[in-house]
């Protein structure tokens, strides 16, 4: 039996042993690799997160500050005069609220079936 490289073309030393037995040319104790110190990490992860939305936060407030014009906006008998930056965040997080919402109805569907075909 030889030995093949597999998907990343590394060779498993394990596959020239007869019935899954170790190659007796392969060191007997191997060291256990150690964990990278560079790898990320949940706190990598906030620190970068945090990074981003402070950008956003200074898009948006540059947004605000640059369209305070009044705009006219009617909706179900309601008008007003809001700012034009106003209206279209209010717009914006209407929209998000129905993605979320559609988004969270398919979580939930997804859930249940895969509930109802474990205990089946």
Request: charged share 15%; aromatic share 4%; hydrophobic share 45%.
């Amino acid at each position: 039996m030889t030995s093949e490289p597999d998907h990343a073309g590394t060779v498993d030393p394990a596959a020239d042993g007869p019935a899954g037995q170790p190659d007796p040319a392969t060191p007997a104790t191997e060291q256990p690799a150690e964990p990278d110190p560079l790898r990320g990490s949940r706190t990598s992860g906030t620190w970068a997160a945090v990074l981003l939305l402070t950008v956003v936060l200074i898009l948006l407030a540059i947004f605000i500050l640059q369209n305070t014009q009044r705009v006219q906006v009617s909706f179900f008998g309601w008008t007003g005069h809001p700012p034009l930056s106003a209206a279209l965040l209010i717009a914006a997080a209407g929209g998000a609220v129905l993605v979320a919402t559609a988004g969270a109805l398919r979580i939930l569907q997804l859930r249940r079936r895969v509930k109802r075909v474990r205990r089946a």
